[in-house]
């Protein structure tokens, strides 16, 4: 690959060039792999399908109490009634899209905005909501509440 | 360099490989006025790596299947670091992939490069473009969403009306009568093995297809150097044309992350294949020509129903692309006339459907 | 049901009229009545096709029942004084006829213990039963609202009281300006009704909740609801804002004015879907029909709207930033998910405006817009993380291009001295 006899001023034009190329292959190489390697590592926060989310840890609900989780795009409201049963179910108001809470008092989910009412199997029972919430599926999996959508039969 | 000097001599030692690559060490690329067309095929099997790298990222994430793939895709956008730059990435180098594979062939149709002895070249380059128009459609599908969703509808429609064998081929297609997760799966599985393995058999063909019969020269440069021998002009494959092609992958690298960082490639809405198709689906542009020319056949055609004749034009017109070669000695001079006027037509009228297509919302 | 077969069994006859005569249900097997009455004209045609619908031929009733006579005889026969005919039942007497049975609680007990027996009780209170009192007779009775002889049970989604139909029942007589006339009460209720948000959600929407004319009027007692009382009608449903109402300042400035409650600003018919422009100085204002502009009421009402622009505006700008980073590619679905909380303070607001006190809204929006706040800038963050991601894209485009003029110059390099053939 060589020329006749290599002047120095030849010889470190020569030095020069194979050294940007060198140090720009090494450069754009870095840059391809650098976000490649970190693809790699899986993100911290497994993603179980859009089916499917961990909605608690078990403990984490005494009887009686709820918790608001995400389920998806859209909140989901896990409860223990009073017989200590996890229930979840969507949280999304069907009259406004407003976010229902659980009221142990009436042992019923009431929404905020209006006054409506649904009872634990989510059928809507009083005030201007006009179709039930729909109902999850909760499994506990070793110390995790698992929420997933009703699978079709 | 003197690592690679030294690996060379520790193989030497052992296999004789410089025979083994000594044609390619010896290969030489002509120099002409034309010679910047022949980086297209490396330009093109460049892409198909880069789709094989990052589809085989993509595979590290995706999961197959109507209730998983479109949040797998989102997952990959979002959470996964880079996703959205490989995801990116393999949308946009299949798309230039397909338009470097169509340019590569249309100029080795203009450039004449298809003439005796290289016919099984041509045709062995057909298929591949074929393979490649099916990985576009089959991958199209994949994230499951809306467009792609409606848009595979239409297209396995569309194969369904070819006469006698459409229904068995749409139905072969769509693992069913309709379009549902059962044909995600099939098409992840044509994607990512039955297209993949038979691809890299053809690409193997054509290569040392290409490597045997050494490149082409167009018949005015031909018939110049013929009479002017003193004015043929080569360069040496390794390392003065490969340098140069070196370039023009760099070149196709930059633009690959520029598009990526600046337009990513949209996500969607996820499908629900109970609700109506909403309102200008169409295809990818590869397929914009025959979508338009079918949207724009009349009902009837004599006795055949349109978009059967439709059908039933494309699929001749492809089959008497793939045998342009063995027009070309027909008749003479006559037959490389009506081999370039129907490639000046073809790609004319692909053109022009294409943009048709698109600006007739 | 079979009719007419006029076969052997006389001896049944006595036995069929004294069961009738108590109005004991048996399997009527005769019904001559229908082989006359049905191949003739109106008005006195009555077809075996039209019986068969009506819930009293379900239940084992016959024409003779409410009729009298004699179904088993052939002909004019049939309809014998002796066997108790009295033909067509007199306008005026038709609520009392329909009672005999239907306010008799034991009777019904047989057929539907679950039935109410005091519909004549409520007709007698409502506006037509007095007014068919003092000897109007062009006032409703039972057969103009559910029909006759082919009378449907009112959860039949066919029957002409059933909820999904009563306003156009109603409409027949209160519509019709001509039979409307002299009574001096509009004739548009149907027309405003149709144009309401109530119509839709029933109609549209399917919602049988929502309220048709019976709902608020009642239906056998039926009475427009006293001026004092619009506002317990409306609160049957809308519990919160009647609840802040009665404890605003607006309850007993209605009040002392005779006002209509909540009609005087939703009107009572034609209800639309209530908007912010209601507070507003527009077309649509309320509060402008009776505040004077500029005075400390008209003010709150200025800045009031004002916030719930505010916080509108709010939550469209944060979902439009959030969806510009989302369609880039970054991942923003926890504050897009939040955007709801602000939504959801948005409709409370509107709620609390029934309370007419500016400090409750303004709580409201106040925690409605410090949400959309958090998620405005969870999508600003989002952006420049696209904009990092922009950076690093320049840099390795920086490094390609080092690579780019390095391979030019080492080709020349290599070429200068035509090393290439």
């Given amino acids: 690959m060589g020329a006749t006899e290599p002047s120095n001023p030849s010889r470190r034009r020569r030095r020069f060039v194979e050294a940007l190329l060198g140090g720009g292959l090494f450069a754009s190489f870095a840059s391809f792999v650098y976000p490649v390697l970190r693809y790699l590592i899986p993100p911290p926060l497994a993603d179980l399908g859009g089916d499917e989310v961990v909605a608690a840890k078990t403990g984490e609900l005494r009887a009686g109490t709820s918790k608001v989780f995400r389920f998806g795009s859209r909140p989901g409201l896990l409860l223990m009634t009073a017989e200590g049963e996890y229930r979840a179910l969507s949280a999304v108001c069907t009259h406004l899209s407003c976010t229902v809470q659980y009221r142990g008092d009436l042992h019923q989910i009431w929404c905020a905005c209006h006054n409506g009412l649904y009872d634990l199997n989510g059928r809507n029972v009083s005030g201007p909501p006009p179709r039930p919430l729909e109902v999850f599926q909760v499994h506990v999996r070793g110390d995790e509440v698992v929420v997933s959508r009703k699978r079709e039969a | ?361 | 049901m079979d009719t007419l077969q006029n076969k052997g069994g006389r001896f049944a006859l006595p036995a069929a009229l004294a069961i009738l005569l108590w109005a004991v249900p048996a399997r009527s097997q005769q019904n001559t009545c229908l082989d006359c009455h049905g191949a003739m004209d109106p008005p006195l045609q009555v077809t075996a096709e039209q019986f068969a619908r009506d819930i009293h031929s379900q239940k084992g009733l016959s024409c003779a029942s409410c009729h009298g006579g004699d179904p088993t005889e052939a002909g004019p026969d049939a309809m014998s004084k002796k066997a108790g005919f009295r033909g067509k039942v007199e306008r005026g007497q038709v609520p009392e006829f329909c009672g005999r049975c239907h306010s008799d609680a034991a009777f019904m007990r047989q057929y539907n213990p679950s039935l109410r027996t005091d519909q004549l009780a409520q007709y007698k209170t409502s506006v037509h039963g007095m007014r068919r009192a003092q000897g109007d007779q062009k006032v409703a009775v039972c057969t103009d609202c559910h029909g006759v002889h082919d009378l449907r049970p009112a959860s039949d989604t066919r029957s002409k009281v059933n909820p999904l139909n009563i306003a156009e029942t109603c409409s027949r007589c209160h519509a019709n300006g001509e039979y409307m006339k002299g009574y001096n009460i509009p004739t548009d209720q149907f027309a405003n009704y149709r144009a309401s948000v109530h119509y839709e959600a029933m109609t549209v929407r399917g919602d049988l909740s929502a309220p048709t004319c019976t709902t608020c009027h009642g239906n056998h007692g039926a009475a427009p609801p006293g001026v004092a009382s619009v506002k317990n009608v409306c609160s049957t449903c809308h519990a919160f804002q009647s609840q802040m109402f009665e404890k605003s300042s607006h309850k007993a400035a209605f009040e002392s004015r005779g006002l209509p409650g909540c009609v005087v600003c939703h009107s009572n018919h034609g209800v639309k879907h209530p908007s912010d422009a209601m507070l507003s100085t527009g077309p649509q204002a309320v509060c402008a029909r009776c505040h004077t502009p500029g005075d400390r009421c008209d003010r709150a009402t200025a800045s009031i709207h004002a916030d719930l622009l505010r916080l509108q505006g709010a939550i469209r700008d944060a979902d439009a930033v959030l969806a510009v980073a989302e369609s880039s590619g970054m991942e923003v679905s926890e504050a897009r998910l939040n955007q709801d909380q602000a939504r959801d303070a948005l409709t409370k607001a509107r709620v609390t405006i029934h309370s007419f006190r500016r400090e409750l809204v303004d709580q409201d929006l106040q925690a409605g817009l410090k949400v959309t706040a958090v998620n405005l800038q969870a999508g600003e963050g989002a952006l420049r993380e696209r904009n990092y991601r922009r950076l690093g894209l320049a840099v390795s485009v920086i490094a390609i291009l080092i690579v780019l003029f390095g391979l030019r110059a080492y080709i020349r390099l290599l070429e200068q001295n035509g090393t290439s053939t």
């Fill in chain 2, 1 to 361: 360099m003197r690592l690679l000097a030294r690996t060379g001599e520790w193989l030497g030692e052992r296999f004789h490989w410089e025979e083994l690559i000594g044609p390619l060490a010896k290969k030489t690329v002509p120099v002409h006025r034309l010679t910047p067309w022949y980086f297209l095929g490396g330009i093109t099997l460049f892409l198909f790596g880069i789709q094989v790298c990052t589809g085989i990222l993509l595979l590290l994430y995706y999961r197959p299947g109507a209730n998983e793939a479109f949040e797998s895709v989102q997952y990959i956008m979002t959470r996964v670091q880079f996703g959205w730059l490989v995801r990116s990435i393999h949308s946009w180098a299949a798309n230039l992939m397909i338009l470097t594979a169509f340019a590569h062939m249309f100029s080795v149709l203009f450039l004449q490069a298809y003439r005796k002895p290289r016919e099984l070249t041509w045709i062995s380059g057909m298929a591949l473009l074929f393979l490649a128009m099916g990985f576009g459609f089959s991958g199209y599908l994949l994230p499951w969403n809306t467009l792609a969703f409606f848009a595979t509808k239409v297209g396995t429609e569309i194969t369904g009306q070819v006469p006698v064998v459409g229904h068995g081929m749409m139905v072969f297609l769509r693992g069913g009568e309709d379009v549902t997760t059962a044909t995600l799966t099939r098409f992840f599985g044509f994607h990512v093995a039955v297209l993949p393995g038979l691809t890299v058999l053809f690409i193997l063909v054509h290569l040392a297809l290409v490597q045997y019969f050494g490149m082409s020269l167009p018949p005015g440069v031909e018939a110049r150097w013929k009479t002017n021998p003193g004015e043929a002009r080569a360069m040496k494959f390794f390392p003065n044309f490969f340098l140069r092609e070196l370039m023009a992958w760099y070149i196709a690298l930059g633009a690959l992350g520029a598009l990526a960082a600046i337009w990513p490639w949209e996500l969607g809405t996820k499908a629900d294949p109970f609700a109506p198709a909403p309102a200008g689906i169409r295809p990818e542009w590869y397929f914009m020509f025959m979508f338009q020319t079918l949207k724009k056949i009349p009902a009837k055609l004599w006795f055949l129903d349109g978009e059967v004749a439709g059908i039933l034009v494309f699929g001749a017109a492809g089959g008497l692309w793939l045998l342009l070669p063995f027009f070309d000695s027909m008749a003479g001079g006559r037959g490389r006339r009506w081999v370039l006027g129907a490639g000046i037509f073809g790609l004319g009228y692909m053109l022009a459907m294409t943009v048709y297509g698109y600006l007739a919302k």
